[in-house]
């Protein structure tokens, strides 16, 4: 670890000043503290936000929650109206880490986590998303749990995260304020980026801003199912994960929303799936165009081939969970 | 003032059952269990030493090659920086288990990625880890394309240097004629022992002696090891391991930071600590080599083996004569009389191949007993009544009669336990929503050893007693099953016997590994002990066998006096020792015992998770019915792991290890384990040791990956020939839904 300073300011004004020039933030530093250890990440300064407000959740004027982006994981999984209300998000942080982890991290720091690749944690390693320009180990290497879906030769880490996943199905909106106190609002599901030509870049967050909640607009009731696939039953990332919100009236499916996680350098959404089962009646031939429209560009590397099939066999069984068709 | 027993022949004469105490084979809870979860016990880098200095190893970032040159002036001016070494008094590899001389070490000629090449020492741990990864060192790299790096690569294949070869009778031929024949090849990947505590060392040295707080197993080994390395007089070397967090074979040899903390401190004349970082102990210490087996079963029409065959193939780096030994149940468990063993082996450029827990059955076992289950089918007979059908009269290569064997005992008790169903073993029948139900069943055995020990005991003129050895206790409980054989033969609440181990000045142990510590150490301890007593018999006038010791009393004749009033102000302190002898040889000699398991595999997503598990177990003289239980719950734990997760991953281009840490290696946690059922079967072993006990440590392990790997089969019927057992495996097999 390097040597750095750290300050502690306690108000967000302060905070957001200071988050120019070298400055890193740091809130519950579950994965920031790893990857200092592993000078992954070198921060000059470190800016301690743990004192800035932040950790309410509150009502909406619209019926729906606001998350303050210092509220913890753990604090937000067990909140009643979360659990009650957009159950999605909750089971989808309790699939996540352990405990003591959830404890620590918050709904902020989670939205930024990131990746797990092997080579992007390892100094000795090239990886263009480390130290743009020097390549992309995993590309050759070992990738089993690397990106299928809009991944490119430039980068194929996925967002390895849980929570954001159910977010991006609920269409959650982050709240974001800059350094000159002005604020901005961006859907969460363009919240992540893709690689593209800057896999450094894992999000749209700028120099200076500083994330102050997310907010979840009003319930949409249905069956909400996260499902995490994992060889491990606890305490592992997942090999493919799917967020699903989906509503059944009269036999048909009158609102669905899904979200697929670990497939790519971001949480997955596909407006076409949402709009595909919409109005539909279940039936497997809908669960396979669903597939279909999912994977129709997916590639895999290798050793992450299987997540195709596997992302085909875990949406269809999602789907039959959610409408209560036969397994 | 020493009693000495060799065991020559099987010690009948079963001294523990004859004594009053009861404490002997009594579920206690371990001495140290608070100390160590309460954060008293100390551990290695824990200990207390004024102006220590840290150091942090420099690991290699190629995997063959030289250090042309390491430039000091990179780190030398940062706040704290102590010193850079790089000498050749410093370890390039850790010393295999029981090696008692120096490793490789030629730290500057690299053999693998993550060998120490350098230490850093600073005032701070953190200063000596920023400058250890700042460090400037220019390697002449030998070409990756010309190096063998990966087992599919080599082209070399010697055999084993410690595994005897059998080729008996013709196997082709009993193969050809067989009325139910499997051939069949598994593999298996490597494996990481993983210990919570990482390798650490404090050393101090006072110019003359060196002092070394390290986390070992084998301290008589350590010693001899550590001061040839150093090219000092084992005399002048003093080790410490009194609490170890775990070493499953790992801490068998002096690790890297123990040499390296020891050179920095002779040379800066003032304490230095190292500690392995997480990913140290992945990479720059031991591996578990993955496996090829191929296993020939040849059973006649009722399921008798006539031949038997299991060829593997396995790696090591050059020079290391270490081989896993993955036939050495293989050796004895199965008859058959047309016989091939064999274990080659390729050198690669991967980190050191060496001794993780059960070194041999841990791997040999599962492939082993997932290859009956296939001959089970084929045969039509129960998994279970073939396995039955399979318990040879003599060893079947050496012609020698086995020491005691509760193998069918084991069988029927865990089957009963379980209520297994040794009929209907057709596969996929069973259906609970998404999830494929079924069982797997799989032998367990491993090969029982005891080793020279000694022990001394005192018992003090209060009536209290004092055992001390340099045995270590890494977990195990060996602090209390040495209080309970101390305090059955005395007639002492264990309460009242003070355990000191894990000190290189006390008497002479055999170390903890291949699971022979309990017996070995306290089979010293028990010795020692008898001599106590023929001392108070001759005080007393009375034979071994009129003497009874009681709760602090000594009783005989109808009289009773206190042992502090027999005493009368003196101390007795004998020696025990314990040499192996003619048993060995003259008898075949392992611990057995059953698995029985009960799977869910997702039909979707081919996720698999065990939902039940019972273990039936023949040890000898079970010591302490709590912490022998412990260690067969902790082997089935790892047989989840070695079944469904564990797999050390290295990038076949540079042999780098990609998933060295604990995120990433996935041991099992505790949603992964259900409730684990160990049942121990009553059992005396005479020739194993003068305890009667045999090695238990190790056994959970060997064998039940095999269980589930049937398990899964019956439920989805996938047969899988692959560990570990990854959704990626499953889905690939398994029908579309």
């Excluded at chain 1, 519950?28 to 000078?39: A, F, H, I, R, S």
């Excluded at chain 2, 980190?351 to 089970?376: F, I, K, N, W, Y």
Aim: glycine share 10%; charged share 25%; proline share 5%.
């Amino acid at each position: 670890m390097r040597p750095f300073d750290y300050q502690r300011p306690d108000g967000l004004d302060h905070a957001s000043l200071l988050d120019r020039d070298g400055a890193t933030l740091i809130a519950g530093g579950t994965n920031l503290l790893d990857l200092m250890k592993l000078q992954v990440e070198t921060p000059e300064t470190l800016v301690d936000i743990n004192r800035i407000g932040l950790d309410k959740i509150e009502p909406t004027g619209e019926g729906g929650i606001r998350i303050g982006a210092l509220v913890s994981n753990s604090t937000c999984a067990a909140d009643p109206r979360i659990r009650a209300d957009w159950p999605l998000l909750s089971r989808a942080i309790l699939a996540g880490a352990s405990g003591q982890l959830r404890n620590k991290a918050t709904t902020g720091g989670n939205l930024c986590q990131r990746t797990r690749c092997y080579y992007f944690m390892n100094i000795d390693m090239p990886c263009n998303k480390r130290e743009p320009g020097t390549g992309c180990s995993a590309l050759n290497g070992r990738n089993r749990i690397h990106a299928v879906l809009g991944a490119n030769e430039n980068c194929i880490a996925t967002y390895p995260g849980d929570m954001a996943v159910a977010m991006y199905a609920l269409d959650a909106t982050v709240e974001i304020a800059g350094p000159d106190k002005a604020s901005r609002s961006v859907r969460v599901r363009d919240f992540h980026r893709l690689p593209g030509e800057r896999p450094e870049l894992d999000n749209v967050l700028e120099a200076g801003e500083v994330i102050t909640g997310v907010t979840l607009p009003a319930p949409v009731g249905g069956t909400q199912l996260y499902r995490k696939v994992r060889e491990r039953s606890s305490y592992a990332f997942a090999l493919v994960s799917i967020a699903a919100a989906l509503r059944m009236e009269e036999g048909a499916i009158s609102r669905a929303s899904l979200a697929f996680g670990s497939m790519a350098h971001k949480p997955w959404h596909d407006l076409r799936i949402d709009a595909a089962l919409t109005g539909a009646k279940p039936s497997d031939a809908l669960f396979d165009h669903v597939a279909d429209l999912l994977l129709e560009d997916a590639e895999g590397y290798g050793e992450n081939d299987f997540k195709i099939p596997l992302a085909r066999r875990t949406v269809k069984a999602v789907l039959r969970e959610a409408t209560g068709a036969s397994t | 003032m020493s009693k000495s027993i060799t065991l020559d022949q099987p010690d009948e004469r079963n001294l523990l059952d004859r004594m009053a105490q009861g404490t002997i084979g009594k579920p206690r809870n371990r001495l140290e269990g608070p100390d160590k979860v309460s954060g008293v016990a100390t551990y290695a880098a824990e200990f207390p030493a004024s102006n220590a200095a840290n150091g942090v190893l420099v690991t290699a970032t190629i995997s063959k090659g030289e250090v042309v040159s390491i430039d000091e002036g990179s780190v030398m001016d940062m706040p704290g920086v102590l010193a850079v070494i790089s000498d050749q008094r410093m370890i390039a590899r850790p010393a295999q288990g029981g090696a008692g001389e120096a490793p490789v070490q030629q730290v500057r000629q690299v053999d693998y990625w993550g060998q120490p090449v350098a230490v850093v020492v600073a005032e701070s741990f953190e200063q000596a880890r920023d400058a250890a990864r700042r460090l400037k060192i220019t390697y002449n790299a030998d070409d990756a394309g010309e190096l063998v790096l990966n087992p599919e690569d080599a082209k070399v294949w010697e055999e084993a240097p410690d595994t005897e070869t059998v080729q008996q009778g013709a196997l082709p031929q009993a193969m050809a004629e067989a009325a139910h024949a499997i051939d069949a090849t598994y593999t298996t990947e490597g494996h990481n022992s993983a210990p919570m505590e990482p390798h650490a060392a404090l050393a101090e040295w006072d110019g003359t002696k060196l002092t070394v707080h390290a986390s070992l197993q084998m301290l008589n080994y350590n010693i001899d090891e550590l001061a040839d390395s150093l090219g000092l007089d084992a005399e002048n070397v003093h080790l410490l391991s009194p609490y170890v967090g775990g070493g499953f074979g790992s801490k068998l040899g002096i690790s890297p930071d123990v040499a390296a903390a020891s050179v920095a401190a002779m040379q800066l004349g003032r304490p230095v600590r190292v500690v392995l970082s997480r990913q140290q102990v992945f990479h720059s210490v031991i591996r578990r080599t993955e496996t090829t087996q191929r296993l020939r079963l040849a059973a006649d029409s009722d399921g008798r083996l006539q031949g038997f065959g299991h060829e593997a193939k396995v790696t090591n780096l050059p020079e290391e004569e270490f081989a896993e030994p993955v036939t050495q149940a293989s050796a004895f468990l199965y008859p058959g009389q047309d016989r091939v063993l064999k274990v080659e082996m390729a050198r690669i450029h991967r980190m050191t191949a060496g001794s993780v827990r059960a070194p041999g059955e841990a791997v040999g076992m599962q492939a082993l007993e997932a290859a009956m289950d296939e001959l089970a089918e084929k045969s039509g007979i129960g998994p279970v009544e073939l396995r039955l059908r399979n318990i040879p009269e003599r060893h079947p290569s050496d012609d020698i009669p086995y020491s005691s064997r509760r193998l069918a005992e084991c069988l029927k008790a865990g089957a009963e336990a379980f209520g297994w169903d040794d009929d209907d073993r057709r596969p996929a029948q069973r259906r609970e929503g998404e999830w494929w139900i079924g069982t797997g069943m799989a032998t367990a055995a491993r090969i029982h050893n005891i080793a020279k020990a000694e022990a001394s005991v005192t018992l003090m003129e209060d009536g209290t007693a004092v055992v001390a050895t340099d045995m270590t206790d890494i977990g195990t409980g060996t602090y209390t099953v040495l209080g309970q054989i101390a305090g059955e033969m005395l007639g002492l609440d264990p309460a009242d016997v003070l355990v000191r181990l894990g000190d290189s000045n006390l008497a002479t142990g055999p170390g903890s590994g291949g699971s022979w510590g309990a017996s070995s150490s306290g089979s010293a301890v028990q010795i020692a002990c008898e001599a106590i007593r023929e001392e108070l018999c001759d005080m007393l006038g009375c034979k071994d066998e009129d003497l009874t010791l009681k709760d602090g009393f000594a009783i005989h004749s109808n009289r009773r006096q206190s042992l502090p009033e027999l005493l009368n102000g003196r101390n007795i302190e004998k020696l025990g020792k314990l040499e192996p002898g003619d048993t060995e040889d003259d008898f075949s000699q392992a611990s057995y015992g059953a698995f029985f398991t009960e799977v869910a595999v997702n039909a979707h997503t081919g996720e698999t998770r065990v939902r039940r598990m019972s273990g039936a177990f023949g040890i000898g003289r079970v010591l302490n019915e709590k912490t022998a239980k412990s260690q067969c719950m902790g082997g089935m734990v790892w047989c989840i792991g070695s079944a469904l997760t564990e797999s050390m991953m290295f990038d076949r281009r540079d042999g780098h290890l990609v998933n060295h840490d604990l995120a990433e290696y996935h041991v099992p946690v505790n949603r992964d384990v259900p409730h684990l059922n160990v049942i121990m079967v009553e059992e005396r072993d005479p020739a194993a040791s003068p305890l009667q006990a045999k090695g238990v440590g190790e056994l959970g392990i060997c064998g039940g990956a095999g269980a589930i790997c049937n398990a899964i089969y019956n439920a989805c019927g996938v047969r899988l020939r692959s560990f570990p057992m990854t959704p990626d495996k499953l889905i690939a097999e398994l029908p579309d839904i």
